[in-house]
């Protein structure tokens, strides 16, 4: 990441994520996860789902190595929900991200 533009930042309370901000010129979620690489490790996929629908917008393996990662959203939604799951399938944390 050079730079961006952030219309949204909110820090949340989370084991795995410091911090979630909304890209400008994208429609991302930029992810600042914990600095742990042994508790990011514990992370295997994160995704964006919109109220109502089954299936995640968007779902993104996750690249423990890396502490920021992004994910598309949406551009007509108000609010997502960033979900992250462990290898096994089971859900680790839920947040709700506003957009509006």
């Known amino acids: 990441f050079g730079y961006f533009i952030a ?39 994160y995704g964006v789902y919109v109220d109502g629908e ?9 690249d423990a190595r890396l502490p920021r990662q992004s994910i598309e959203y949406p551009p007509d939604e108000d609010t997502v929900t960033l979900v992250l799951w462990e290898s096994q399938g089971e859900v680790l944390e839920t947040h709700e991200v506003d957009l509006a």
Not at 22 to 44: K, P, Y
Not at 54 to 62: A, R
Request: hydrophobic share 30%; aromatic share 8%; no cysteine.
């Open 7 to 45: 219309d949204l930042y909110t820090v949340p309370d989370s084991e795995y994520v410091e911090s979630i901000s909304q890209g400008e010129a994208t429609q991302q979620l930029h992810i600042r996860f914990v600095s742990n690489s042994e508790t990011r490790a514990e992370v295997d996929a």
């Open 54 to 62: 089954s299936e995640p917008y968007e779902l993104n393996q996750m």
